[in-house]
């Protein structure tokens, strides 16, 4: 595979199961080493020297978010001592991920707490939580993995509005979707389908 993603771009990945959509993002993820080939970015080849500074500079939602028992601050500044979140950020990032009418609606607002593994979550909440959650990392590039494809058409719907949303309010931000659904990459300026 040979493929140049520039900064900014919506990118949509398309293909059946076992074509190598999640092999192509662990590699993109630096998670794999290629093979063979390479892979650069902004021309410098990703190397065990500078995975790290690349890897803080993604940000990852898949399909199945992982949700601790505390509250949705510390879900979203998932991995930050309560004293370290930057509570301007993590409203900055609610609205960003269409979660401020949720959020709103809660007594204890931030401070709510979600439950066991978020059991007070509902599946386009989840998904949402995940989106803030890259987008409080401060992320230049976004991927979706399948993120969409255990919620019903509606919430799909409106999970896929709200990335749209996102990247037409940060033309910067690089997305990249793998999707089984065309309704998931119908927005994307460009889809490849892996064969």
């Known amino acids: 595979l040979s493929l140049t993603i520039h900064k900014g771009e919506r990118i949509g990945i398309q293909g059946t199961s076992g074509v190598g959509k999640t092999t192509l993002f ?3 993820l630096g998670l794999y080493q290629p093979t063979h080939g390479e892979i650069l970015i902004d021309g410098t080849p990703l190397t065990d020297h500078n995975i790290r500074k690349w890897q803080n500079a993604i940000g ?3 399909q199945s978010v992982f949700i601790t ?3 949705i601050a510390q879900n979203i500044a998932f991995g930050c001592r309560h004293d370290e979140i930057d509570m301007q950020r993590i409203k900055e990032v609610i609205e960003s991920a269409d979660l401020k009418e949720f959020v709103d609606g809660l007594e204890s607002g931030i401070d709510t707490r979600i439950g066991e593994q978020g059991s007070r979550l509902s599946g386009g909440q989840r998904q949402r939580i ?3 959650r890259a987008l409080y ?3 230049d590039v976004l991927l979706f993995d399948e ?3 255990s919620l019903d058409n509606h919430t799909e719907h409106n999970i896929n509005q709200s990335i749209e949303q996102l990247s037409a309010q940060n033309k910067s931000l690089t997305i990249v979707i793998i999707a089984h659904r065309d309704s998931s990459i119908k927005y994307c300026d460009r889809i490849f389908t892996l064969e």
């Open 60 to 62: 990852y939602v898949s």
């Open 26 to 28: 662990n590699l993109i």
């Open 147 to 149: 993120a969409t494809s």
């Open 130 to 132: 995940g989106i803030a």
């Open 69 to 71: 028992e505390g509250t």
């Open 137 to 139: 990392k401060g992320c």
